[in-house]
């Protein structure tokens, strides 16, 4: 989360946790842990089939307006 505060500074904490669930509810990305190092607590995020299809048809959209 730290990362993405960075990223998105007029974002709050709480936004960006309650954003990332939402998408992950509605199965538009997946989360884990892939770090060899168990005290290592980051989650990596990637989308999913679902997430990925709704990207391109918003990309597409966005070249042709």
């Given at each position: 989360?730290?990362?993405?505060?960075?990223?998105?500074?007029?974002m709050t904490d709480k936004s960006i946790r309650?954003?990332?669930?939402?998408?992950?509810d509605a199965d538009l990305i997946?989360?884990?842990?892939?770090?060899?190092?168990?005290r290592d607590r980051t989650t990596w995020y990637a989308l999913t089939e679902k997430g990925n299809?709704?990207?391109?048809i918003i990309i597409n959209y966005m070249?042709?307006?």
């Open positions: 989360i730290k990362a993405y505060c960075e990223m998105f500074p007029y309650n954003g990332l669930q939402k998408l992950k997946v989360t884990g842990n892939y770090n060899k190092d168990k299809d709704i990207l391109l070249e042709y307006t």
